[in-house]
């Protein structure tokens, strides 16, 4: 199966802590795109990607978020200093531009 | 500013009653419209997308979706619902991003 991945899928912090998460994307696809989904929601868009170029950032994301796509192949979510509103399943999903996005299991972040 | 409003948060309804949940839409341009469903456990997954043409589009497992320009709208049709329907469901648009809707929960009931 050469579906997205997302690695880990389940991760616990405690407030204050940095967590990492990865995403590999279909690897034909070139944009690549950060969801993160709370109980009762829909995804909420945070960032995406074109090939290794970030072209749009939510206004929601504060600065402790950053993400990034160093080769435009799989991609990293980074969130410094976790608070516990952070809590919530972060998604990625990967596309051919103006396509329909195919979208990875998701990483569940829990902040204690 | 884009966004997409679902009108029904949960629906329920027995097996074989007809399905639809409304999705509305607010972009001033052009626009691609998707509904994703999410199953029980598993990924979001596509269920039909409307790009251009046809406003009538029909989808997997035997779903349509209307889009109707002039109202905003492209709500998701079933004639016939199972159990195995039992899922969330997503109505998103793009250009670039997506925004989604908040989902609508469907639980049929066997």
């Known amino acids: 199966d050469t579906g997205v991945s997302q690695d880990p899928r389940h991760k616990i912090t405690k407030r204050g802590q940095n967590v990492t998460f990865r995403c590999d994307p279909i690897s034909e696809h070139n944009r690549l795109y950060w969801y993160r989904q709370t109980l009762g929601q829909g995804p909420e868009f945070l960032t995406y990607f074109q090939n290794e170029a970030q072209l749009e950032k939510s206004r929601l994301l504060s600065d402790r978020f950053s993400a990034e796509r160093p080769k435009g192949s799989f991609s990293t979510l980074e969130i410094q200093r976790t608070e516990q509103g952070d809590s919530a399943m972060y998604l990625c999903?990967?596309?051919?531009?103006?396509?329909?996005?195919?979208f990875g299991p998701g990483t569940r972040l829990t902040v204690l | 500013a884009q966004s997409v409003s679902q009108h029904n948060h949960h629906v329920i309804l027995s097996e074989a009653a007809s399905l639809e949940l409304g999705c509305n839409y607010s972009y001033g341009g052009t626009v691609n419209l998707f509904w994703y469903v999410q199953y029980p456990g598993q990924h979001l997954q596509l269920l039909l997308k409307?790009?251009?043409?046809?406003?009538l589009v029909k989808g997997i497992k035997g779903f349509e979706a209307e889009f109707i320009k002039s109202k905003f709208s492209f709500n998701l049709r079933k004639p016939s619902v199972q159990w195995s329907d039992t899922a969330e469901y997503f109505c998103a648009l793009s250009p670039g991003k997506s925004t989604f809707g908040d989902g609508t929960t469907l639980t049929v009931k066997p």
């Open positions: 409307y790009f251009s043409g046809d406003p």
């Open positions: 999903a990967s596309s051919f531009p103006q396509n329909e996005q195919f």
